[in-house]
C-alpha cells in the first residue's frame, strides 16, 4: 500500500518561513506525480494552493509555493502570516494506478 | 461565480446505499475532470474516485472499488456517488472538487451499525 507522509506538525513565527514536505513511500516524487497542496481550517473545506509540483492557482497568495526538494514535494511560505494557522494536505498522483493519494497532513501552528 | 454544492447525506445503516449529488455552476462541467473526496470527522482526507468529462474514464480508491459507484449527468450539470453496502468506516464528510481545484462544501454520511 502506497503512503504518502508529511510531518505531522510544524511551529513557525510570524515573519518567518518554513518548508512543509511530502514524501512518497515508492521513492524520489518526480514532476510526473503532478503534487498538489492544499489548506484547511477548521469547520472549512479545503482550499487547493498549488498544483502540478509548482503552479500557483490565481487565488494563491504570492507567499506560497511549491517545488521539489530532495526526492520530496515541498510547500515553502515566506513571510509566514497569522492566518496561516492551518492544516496542510498534499496529494501525489500515481499514474500506473490510476490513484490520488494524500498525505496525513501537516498542522501548521504560527506562533 | 463558481459552486458546488453537495446533497444527499443523511444517516444510514450498516449495509444500506445512498446516492450524493453535487450540482456545479459557474464553469463548463462537461470538460472538467471531477473527484469525491471525504474526510472522517477530526481526521484527514482520503480521495475516493475520479472521473473525466464525458464520463469514460473513472477510477476508485481500493477502500471503496466495487462498492461505490462515480457518474455524471452534463446535461444536468451534476456529479453523483452512489453508495451501496454502507459501513461504519465510511462515515465522513464527502466533498466535490473539480479537478482538485474548485471544493464544495461538503455532505456529511453517517453510517450506523
Not at chain 2, 472521473?51 to 455524471?72: E, H, L, P, Q, W
Request: hydrophobic share 35%; charged share 10%.
Amino acid at each position: 500500500q502506497t503512503v504518502v507522509t508529511q510531518e505531522p506538525s510544524l511551529t513557525v513565527s510570524p515573519g518567518g518561513t518554513v518548508t512543509l514536505t511530502c514524501t512518497s513511500s515508492t521513492g524520489a516524487v518526480t514532476s510526473g506525480y503532478s503534487a498538489i497542496w492544499l489548506q484547511q481550517k477548521p469547520g472549512q473545506p479545503p482550499r487547493a494552493l498549488i498544483h502540478s509540483t509548482n503552479n500557483k492557482h490565481t487565488w494563491t497568495p504570492a507567499r506560497f509555493s511549491g517545488s521539489l526538494l530532495g526526492g520530496k514535494a515541498a510547500l515553502t511560505l515566506s513571510g509566514v502570516q497569522p492566518e496561516d494557522e492551518a492544516d496542510y494536505y498534499c496529494m501525489l498522483y500515481y499514474s500506473a494506478a490510476q490513484v490520488w493519494v494524500f498525505g496525513g497532513g501537516t498542522k501548521l501552528t504560527v506562533l | 461565480e463558481v459552486q458546488l454544492v453537495e446533497s444527499g447525506g443523511g444517516l444510514v445503516q450498516s449495509g444500506e446505499s445512498l446516492r450524493l449529488s453535487c450540482a456545479v455552476s459557474g464553469f463548463t462541467f462537461s470538460n472538467s475532470w471531477m473527484h469525491w473526496v471525504r474526510q472522517t470527522p477530526g481526521k484527514g482526507l482520503t480521495w475516493i474516485s475520479y472521473i473525466n468529462g464525458d464520463g469514460s474514464i473513472t477510477s476508485y480508491a481500493d477502500s471503496v472499488k466495487g462498492r461505490f459507484t462515480i457518474s455524471r449527468d452534463n446535461a444536468k450539470n451534476t456529479l453523483y456517488l452512489q453508495m451501496n453496502s454502507l459501513r461504519a468506516e465510511d462515515t465522513a464528510v464527502y466533498y466535490c472538487a473539480n479537478s482538485l481545484a474548485l471544493w464544495g462544501h461538503g455532505a456529511l454520511v453517517t453510517v450506523s451499525s
